[in-house]
């Protein structure tokens, strides 16, 4: 084998990663899913209240994120470094608690909230192990994601389950996790989020 044939063997699971892991970040990921949830639970009155849960939960966040890189205060929106990642969290935490207070405050429809409270409970969880350790918040994000939709939407959901997979393995080909972190982040994901919905949709 060539060299430039070896090397584009080499990169091109590493460019295939990096657009999984892009596409399927975070931040769009919460985008998505409270808009969808609002539209398939009241229509176009629900898609309104989602749009202002995600301006809380994901909008405000890409804004603050992409001020700091813009400033060069973190490489990039995955914000790798631990010190950086609790920065960004604290702001988005503080964001989507205001959000929840609004929404309960202007009687939004309690799916779109819950499914909110769900994320909050979610990231404060991530907040509480990633200074002990670097636990895969795309894999959790991407975990509850689909768990919540399909509580919100229907069973049916539960086959967007292998993106869960796929962005897990987006992270350990990146050497931005190991597989535990990425496991364990699935995990919590779906553990945390399940529970904090069910009792509040």
């Given at each position: 084998?060539?060299?430039?044939?070896?090397?584009?063997?080499?990169?091109?699971?590493?460019s295939?990663?990096?657009?999984?892991?892009?596409?399927?970040?975070?931040?769009?990921?919460?985008?998505l899913d409270?808009?969808?949830?609002?539209?398939?639970v009241?229509?176009?009155?629900?898609?309104?209240?989602?749009?202002?849960?995600?301006?809380?939960?994901?909008?405000?966040?890409?804004?603050?994120?992409?001020?700091?890189?813009?400033?060069?205060?973190?490489?990039?929106?995955?914000?790798?470094?631990?010190?950086?990642?609790?920065?960004?969290m604290?702001?988005?935490?503080a964001?989507?608690?205001?959000?929840?207070a609004?929404?309960v405050?202007?009687?939004?429809?309690?799916?779109?909230?819950?499914?909110?409270?769900?994320?909050?409970?979610?990231?404060?969880?991530?907040?509480?192990?990633?200074?002990?350790?670097?636990?895969?918040?795309?894999?959790?994000?991407?975990?509850?994601?689909?768990?919540?939709?399909?509580?919100?939407?229907?069973?049916?959901?539960?086959?967007l389950?292998?993106?869960?997979?796929?962005?897990?393995?987006?992270?350990?080909?990146?050497?931005?996790?190991?597989?535990?972190?990425?496991i364990?982040?699935?995990?919590?994901?779906?553990?945390?989020?399940?529970?904090?919905?069910?009792?509040l949709h």
């Amino acid at each position: 084998m060539s060299t430039t044939a070896l090397s584009h063997h080499k990169t091109a699971p590493t460019s295939t990663a990096r657009r999984i892991t892009d596409y399927l970040e975070p931040k769009k990921r919460i985008l998505l899913d409270v808009v969808l949830v609002g539209l398939v639970v009241d229509g176009w009155t629900g898609l309104g209240w989602g749009l202002l849960g995600a301006m809380f939960a994901a909008v405000l966040s890409i804004w603050f994120i992409k001020r700091g890189m813009h400033r060069g205060r973190w490489a990039n929106s995955h914000v790798g470094v631990k010190q950086h990642r609790l920065i960004v969290m604290s702001f988005i935490i503080a964001s989507v608690a205001a959000g929840i207070a609004l929404m309960v405050v202007l009687g939004a429809l309690r799916p779109i909230t819950a499914l909110i409270v769900a994320m909050l409970t979610t990231l404060a969880a991530l907040m509480a192990l990633t200074p002990a350790w670097k636990i895969s918040v795309h894999s959790a994000v991407s975990s509850g994601s689909v768990l919540l939709i399909a509580l919100a939407c229907g069973w049916w959901a539960l086959a967007l389950y292998p993106l869960v997979v796929l962005v897990g393995w987006s992270r350990v080909a990146l050497g931005d996790h190991t597989r535990n972190q990425v496991i364990a982040g699935a995990l919590l994901g779906a553990l945390v989020a399940t529970p904090a919905y069910l009792p509040l949709h």
